[in-house]
Nanobody
Framework: VQLQASGGGLVQAGDSLRLSCALS????????MAWFRQAPGKEREFVAG????????VYGDSVKGRFTISRGSAKNTVVLQMDSLKPEDTAVYYC??????????????????????WGQGTQVTVSS
């Protein structure tokens, strides 16, 4: 399984961006998918996730109310709509996916170590 992410760029504070991530092939497996980000000198942090069972959505505290994660109709794509962007959102954004089973999917998608498939990363830069 490969992940292809796209949609990063340079914007001003308050602007919006839309990131997309697609699994390399259609699959009948239920994949949990998520976005993480990593700023220079910082740990990779959870941004938003979509569980593979019920497609429930989970968000990191710093993006709640500003970012929205959603699945495409084929369910093998995930989109991250980022509104009201702030300079502190500047980072490389990574898409991740796994078909592992979680006892608590809403918790599982928040953990970086849960994921065994990662996209190449896309740069998001927000200027003040």
């Amino acid at each position: 399984v490969q992940l292809q992410a796209s949609g990063g760029g340079l914007v001003q504070a308050g602007d919006s961006l839309r990131l997309s991530c697609a699994l390399s092939r259609r699959t009948s497996s239920s994949f949990h998918m998520a976005w993480f980000r990593q700023a220079p000198g910082k740990e990779r942090e959870f941004v938003a996730g979509s569980t593979g069972d019920t497609y429930a959505t989970v968000y990191g505290d710093s993006v709640k109310g500003r970012f929205t994660i959603s699945r495409g109709s084929a369910k093998n794509t995930v989109v991250l709509q980022m509104d009201s962007l702030k300079p502190e959102d500047t980072a490389v954004y990574y898409c991740a996916a796994t078909s592992k089973a979680f006892s608590s999917p809403r918790l599982g998608v928040k953990a970086r170590e849960s994921f065994d498939n990662w996209g190449q990363g896309t740069q998001v830069t927000v200027s003040s």
